[in-house]
């Protein structure tokens, strides 16, 4: 027996591709055999030495997708065996094509519960046993349709950036206090309230202004112990304080991908990542915390408003914000303006017109508060990346499982994705999934479980060719989160990057606001890029299917289990370096080698999903990295030594050059490899 074809057939009607075989497929050269799941072909010719013949096409279903493989019975071809292959595959990727859904249009007046259930009854059933669940479904659907528009009209973003002084640009509502009222004034409460939180503690005078109720959100936080430390470092929290936001710290997370359909040299064991995303934070205890202790220090927050524009001038910004229960608007001035307002962010769009992002990952989930059964998961593990099955409909799904407290377990479906306008990526086709596929991923009956609350959003990535060619800041405004697309293409989070370089921003944003460095030149250097990230995005775009595009069902898994292989032969230094963010030029060259020796069929998969563009601007990305592996290699020695001795007199009479060397000195510090104990 001998496998000859495996497809990937995008649609989860699975008896219509088996009645399709078995009736509208035509076999010339052959007798055909109804079985209960495809079809045997039985040739008409006996072979002289091997006897009969036979292919055996069948079909199955998992994932909400249809598979279908060709096996041969016998040891010699089947006569016009390539012809029927191709034959075969042509067809039936002209009968079921890729399939992209539209958002449905809803009428508002209308429950959302009624005008999505004929689309997504799964969805619709379960989001009506979370609490407020009708708010959610909306929230996820506004978000998907924010999120399409943006796609769609990237070079005519909804503008909301004016410029005083400039007659095509400037509002006509502008009336701003002599005298800013704020010195910063943050839009989006989740990211935003922890570094608003920490700059308030610094003596600023703070506003934060959030669309939602202050304290909700659509997201669950994972992080390591030792990322979470720089919130007491900075002063936030406190050891007790931290204490109580951990819902659970457990004791080694698992990282494995299908492979069963890989040769043998790419199947690969389970890699163990103790110290990766292995604290659960209370997310809603760790806001209300961060609000506490900003308005403690002054600041103020105004939840459940609206940002509709601002008017930057020379000396201050005006905001203008629509307060949603009332219709109220306010305008408020201040300093500075920070964006924190995720993928929905009109400010990120706007700024860099065609290019806000290049790639995201559509995530969807839930806070499952009990319900599974006793052994289908023991809460003292979580599943840190995982998937079940191959490509599925165009992308490939990857689960994560994080335990929190109790029984509560906070479970994800996501898939990296590259942002196309026929194909934006889409929230709600991803949960009507997640309710099939969940009990595939872990044993459950979907109606015993206690739903908490949905978890959803998109991630963004950018991929930067080098630390200036995205635009996160004009003159008096700054991105930061995921409206910056501070990303890892392994851990693919806004929060994770934040809190990694929340010393980074916070200190160089306090050069620039103790010596009104406020313009777009300055602003522009307070970034969170790293070089070592930077390189790592070629690693997340073999891990998205270009839209329209059929490829091999395994070649995504066989990729990641060739990484993923590589690293549990690696110490655990290496490893928790390599996902962190960590990893130094010599260790990404050999890894990279021993991947390429490992799998020769690598470079093609990458060319085939990446395109010659794609590689030639990554080739930028590494040479990027090689230089600025050599400047940390000269200056790492001596350079923060330097600027320890001349702080005093550099800062006062050279302000914006020491805010520059600051920069370069947070270039070639962050991401360093974490030394093993023993050696520290």
């Not at 005519?156 to 009336?175: A, C, H, I, M």
């Not at 790419?266 to 292995?278: A, F, G, I, Q, R």
């Not at 109220?328 to 001035?333: A, G």
């Not at 109606?447 to 630390?467: A, C, E, M, N, Q």
């Amino acid at each position: 027996m001998q496998e000859l074809l495996y497809l990937e057939i995008p649609t989860p009607d699975t008896v219509s591709v088996s009645k399709w075989l078995q009736t509208d497929f035509v076999v010339e050269n052959g007798q055909k055999l109804i079985t209960p799941d495809g079809l045997r072909l039985r040739s008409a010719v006996q072979s002289p030495t091997s006897g009969d013949v036979e292919l055996s096409i069948f079909v199955w279903s998992v994932q909400r997708t249809t598979y279908l493989k060709v096996f041969r019975w016998g040891d010699e071809p089947f006569p016009g065996e390539r012809g029927i292959l191709q034959s075969l595959t042509q067809e039936i990727r002209g009968r079921f094509p890729n399939c992209y859904p539209e958002l449905p249009v809803i009428d508002a007046r209308n429950s959302i519960f009624a005008e999505l259930e004929p689309y997504y009854p799964l969805t619709v059933k379960y989001f009506q046993k979370m609490s407020n669940g009708e708010y959610h479904l909306n929230r996820a659907y506004w978000w998907e349709q924010r999120w399409r528009e943006g796609v769609r009209n990237p070079q005519k973003p909804r503008q909301v950036v004016f410029y005083q002084g400039n007659s095509q640009e400037t509002s006509p509502v502008l009336s701003p206090a002599a005298s800013p009222e704020y010195d910063l004034i943050y839009i989006g409460g989740a990211l935003g309230s922890i570094h608003a939180a920490v700059m308030a503690k610094l003596g600023y005078k703070v506003l934060l202004v959030e669309r939602l109720p202050f304290g909700k959100m659509n997201r669950e936080w994972n992080i390591s112990r030792d990322e979470i430390q720089s919130l007491i470092n900075l002063g936030l929290l406190t050891n007790a304080e931290l204490a109580e936001i951990i819902s659970r710290e457990y004791k080694d997370g698992f990282n494995k991908f299908f492979d069963g359909n890989n040769p043998a040299t790419l199947k690969s064991s389970v890699l163990h990542t103790p110290t990766v995303l292995n604290i659960a934070l209370d997310s809603e205890r760790l806001l209300a915390l961060c609000g506490q202790k900003l308005q403690a220090a002054g600041g103020d927050i105004w939840d459940e408003t609206e940002f509709s524009q601002v008017n930057i001038s020379s000396t201050q910004v005006a905001i203008n914000v629509k307060h949603l229960p009332t219709g109220n608007e306010r305008q408020v001035s201040g300093r500075l303006l920070i964006d924190a307002m995720g993928t929905a962010s009109p400010i990120a769009w706007q700024l860099n017109g065609g290019r806000a992002f290049d790639s995201v990952c559509p995530t969807v989930g839930a806070v499952i508060e009990k319900g599974f059964e006793p052994g289908v998961w023991d809460s003292e593990y979580g599943d840190v990346l995982y998937s079940h099955g191959d490509i599925s409909r165009g992308r490939q799904l990857i689960w994560e499982l994080f335990p929190g407290g109790g029984e509560e377990l906070t479970i994800y479906l996501f898939h990296y994705h590259e942002v196309n306008e026929q194909n934006p990526g889409s929230l709600l086709e991803m949960y009507e999934d997640f309710f099939t596929i969940l009990p595939e991923y872990r044993r459950c009956d979907l109606d015993k479980l206690v739903w908490r609350k949905p978890t959803f959003g998109y991630i963004p990535g950018h991929f930067s060719v080098d630390s200036s060619d995205r635009t996160i800041a004009v003159d008096r405004l700054i991105s930061i989160g995921d409206a910056a697309s501070l990303q890892s293409p392994l851990v693919f989070t806004g929060f994770g990057s934040l809190v990694r370089n929340l010393d980074r921003l916070t200190t160089l944003l306090n050069i620039a606001l103790k010596h009104d460095l406020l313009s777009q030149q300055h602003l522009n250097k307070i970034r969170a890029y790293q070089s070592n990230v930077a390189v790592m995005w070629l690693f997340s775009k073999g891990m998205m299917v270009p839209t329209g595009k059929f490829i091999a069902p395994q070649m995504i898994n066989s990729m990641l289990n060739t990484f993923f292989g590589l690293l549990t032969d690696e110490t655990p230094e290496v490893t928790d370096n390599f996902i962190k963010d960590r990893c130094d030029w010599f260790t990404f060259n050999r890894l990279a080698l021993k991947a390429a020796m490992k799998n020769p069929a690598l470079l093609l998969w990458i060319w085939q999903l990446a395109g010659w563009r794609d590689l030639l601007r990554w080739l930028g990305n590494y040479v990027s990295f090689a230089r600025h592996a050599l400047v940390s290699l000269i200056l790492g020695t001596w350079f923060p030594q330097f600027l320890k001795w001349n702080q005093s007199w550099l800062e006062n009479r050279f302000p914006g050059l020491w805010l520059q060397l600051l920069v370069i000195n947070y270039a070639i510090s962050t991401g360093r490899p974490r030394l093993p104990p023993a050696l520290r």
